[in-house]
């Protein structure tokens, strides 16, 4: 036979059989770490909605489920090894109707509420102001209390202030006392109000940032406690709230809150969790990467009423919001969480570590069973790690390590609705060790990307990594088969001199340690 034919055949099978690759390349400025990422950018969010509480996170102590004095031990444990750093409770909307004097005092005497908000599920109140401040004791984690300015009275706010943090003989540390607390607890975060726009009172901005005043005058600083008062902020692109806000509030708030949902609703629903086409990936991408802009526009605004950034911008909810699953009680958000998911974490985390000179909090909505979760349980005892759960833990080597900026060179896709999506996110830090993590997403629904990574001026002589991957974006993990995704070893980086190499396969997300 003729060798050219050979050859030819030889390379036409080498052709088909080579995966399709993207290239990209990253800058990394390892010398001009700026601010630090504080740790809250990774907190978490738990209302009385669904599932949250009641079964994800508390089963009460004469539960068949292993508990520790209350708590799911599993999902206790999941939550232990993620390093929560906040956790934003009790609401969302619930806050608004919640009556804290109902949740304290002897659990059977407690009375129940209908939880108009989601459900009209009855509350028996057993979870109150102890079993939460108790939990984020055990978590070591900071409580950040939203408090009720829709349906309740400056009184209520005041005194339930007192009853958390006053370390004398005050009437509220006494009836903490009676409740089996002898010590204050310590509660730096206040939310005042939650949507005061929306379910928290419909609002117009001017008479809410009247009644923020009002509100946080009397949420008082206790025997060395210090409150950071947040007030309630804007949805996604209403940047009239800010800035009535910023106007009229001012240096009154620590901190003011800002909601942003990666939300579909172009065919009349927002379309289900774990069934979707790869336009609908890149579109949610495009969707979430949005947030970008909204935060940039809100700090603009910020800045030009505080350009000392004295202020803080708290994004205290984001994720994804899907259909309920079926089957599953209309009103409890109880969604499934895929790839897709584990992207829009990823995505989004790299866009948070940029603003972190204003950004000082974000709160993903919700931690157990609702909306974007970290964990799924169900009553039998059964517990699910969600993709979206990995994503936290791999990137929690940023938690207060000092952020790295990047340039990032690659492809752009179009997608639906006019917007364009890079195939590459990345963020970088440098850890109190001088560790530098480098986390990366191949938002490539079907090519390998092979990244080139300028280290130039930097000494670096090993590198180890994990990688979050899985045959299709819709995959998820499920109570028959819990480990379907979950992160792995990765051996696809080298070194060579100043240039790392990273092969990363088709829809993938990597964190990187450089030493
Ligand atoms: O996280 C679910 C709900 O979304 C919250 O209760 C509310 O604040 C928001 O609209």
């Not at 009385?48 to 508390?58: F, P, R, S, V």
């Not at 444990?77 to 750093?85: E, F, G, R, Y």
């Not at 900071?142 to 004398?168: C, D, F, H, R």
């Not at 993990?477 to 092969?503: H, I, M, R, S």
Request: hydrophobic residues 35%; neutral net charge; contains cysteine.
């Amino acid at each position: 036979m003729n060798n050219k034919l050979i050859l030819c055949g030889l390379l036409l099978t080498a052709t088909a059989y080579l995966p399709a690759q993207q290239r990209a390349t990253i800058n990394l400025h390892a010398d001009q770490g700026i601010h630090v990422i504080p740790k809250e950018i990774y907190g978490q969010f738990a209302e009385h909605l669904g599932t949250c509480i009641y079964g994800g996170l508390w089963v009460g102590e004469s539960s068949q489920l292993p508990n520790i004095k209350g708590y799911r031990t599993d999902v206790f444990n999941a939550l232990k090894a993620l390093k929560v750093p906040v956790l934003r409770w009790p609401g969302g909307c619930f806050a608004d109707e919640y009556h804290w004097m109902d949740g304290i005092g002897p659990r059977h005497q407690r009375p129940k509420m209908v939880n108009t908000n989601w459900g009209g599920t009855i509350e028996d109140n057993s979870f109150g102001t102890n079993e939460f401040l108790d939990l984020c004791e055990m978590l070591g984690c900071e409580p950040y209390i939203s408090g009720n300015v829709g349906s309740g009275s400056v009184e209520e706010l005041a005194k339930w202030v007192e009853y958390m943090t006053s370390e004398g003989d005050s009437p509220m540390a006494r009836l903490r006392r009676q409740n089996g607390r002898d010590k204050a607890w310590k509660v730096k975060y206040i939310g005042v109000g939650n949507e005061s726009w929306g379910c928290g009172g419909n609002m117009r901005p001017e008479y809410y940032a009247d009644l923020y005043r009002r509100y946080a005058t009397y949420c008082r600083n206790y025997d060395g406690n210090r409150l950071f008062k947040v007030a309630s902020g804007a949805s996604d692109y209403d940047y009239n709230w800010t800035k009535v806000l910023m106007q009229q509030v001012g240096s009154r708030m620590q901190g003011l809150s800002l909601h942003y949902y990666t939300v579909a609703g172009w065919h009349g629903s927002k379309g289900a969790a774990t069934r979707f086409s790869t336009k609908d990936y890149y579109w949610t991408i495009g969707k979430c990467r949005e947030i970008e802009e909204v935060i940039r526009r809100h700090c603009a605004i910020m800045d030009q009423y505080d350009p000392k950034k004295r202020i803080a911008l708290m994004l205290d909810e984001w994720g994804t919001w899907w259909d309920e699953e079926e089957g599953t009680v209309r009103g409890h958000l109880y969604q499934q969480n895929s790839m897709r998911d584990a992207f829009v974490a990823s995505t989004t985390l790299d866009i948070f570590h940029k603003f972190t000179d204003r950004l000082k909090m974000a709160n993903i909505a919700q931690i157990v069973n609702v909306l974007q979760s970290m964990i799924l349980t169900n009553p039998q005892g059964g517990m699910v790690l969600t993709p979206t759960y990995y994503v936290f833990k791999m990137y929690n080597v940023h938690q207060d390590a000092t952020y790295l900026p990047l340039d990032i060179s690659c492809t752009q896709m179009p997608v639906r609705d006019g917007r364009t999506v890079p195939l590459l996110s990345a963020t970088a830090s440098k850890d109190q060790a001088g560790k530098i993590h480098l986390s990366l997403s191949n938002i490539d629904a079907t090519e390998e990307q092979l990244i080139s990574v300028n280290l130039s001026g930097m000494r670096v002589k090993s590198v180890s990594g994990e990688v979050l991957t899985s045959a299709n974006l819709t995959d998820h993990n499920t109570f028959e088969q819990p480990d379907a995704v979950k992160p792995a070893v990765f051996n696809g980086a080298k070194l060579a001199k100043e240039t790392l190499t990273v092969k990363m396969p088709p829809a993938s997300i990597v964190t990187l340690c450089l030493q």
